[in-house]
């Protein structure tokens, strides 16, 4: 199975980086992955919906045919690590080929990202940037697949 990431911006902020570059780095170890970084809709005076479904336009875009998709959404379902261990193992065993992952801009997802994932996942009741979200997912994939490995890293 192959993880892919579709976000909208680049991390700007170096701890950002720094951090997603180690937990991708980890996760290699594991499975293979891939981050497509799409730049963020910009447009003086924009309504917040017209960028969502610009941004959300060229996130299918970039989208394989055949992929399970999960979107990050603040209205989605939570999971526990337990949980997110649970449904990588459940991928990895029906021998899913890709799992993307699709994280959107400062105004978040359009409703046809919703509509295509087959999963939509809140990672917080918390409003997070996107960019936090980034480190945060990458953190709690390479968590659920040290939890399906029996390693030590979840401490329980």
């Known amino acids: 199975m192959k993880l892919s990431l579709v976000c909208v911006g680049r991390l700007s902020l170096p701890y950002l980086r720094d951090g997603a570059e180690d937990y991708g780095g980890r996760l290699q170890r594991y499975l293979p992955m891939r981050t497509l970084e799409l730049k963020e809709e910009k447009a ?53 080929a890709e799992l993307v992952f699709i994280i959107g801009g400062a105004y978040g997802l359009s409703d046809a990202v919703r509509q295509r994932a087959d999963l939509v996942w809140s990672l917080s009741s918390l409003t997070l940037t996107h960019q936090m979200a980034r480190l945060l997912l990458l953190e709690q994939l390479y968590r659920g697949l040290t939890i399906l490995r029996n390693e030590p890293y979840h401490n329980r």
């Not at 875009?61 to 990050?72: C, H, Q, R, T, Y």
């Open 44 to 96: 003086a005076r924009a309504e917040p919906a017209y960028l969502q479904e610009r941004e959300g336009r060229r996130i299918l875009d970039k989208v394989p045919d055949g992929a399970w998709v999960i979107a990050l959404d603040e209205r989605g379902r939570s999971y526990t690590s337990e949980g997110v261990a649970e449904l990588l193992g459940k991928h990895m065993l029906q021998g899913t």
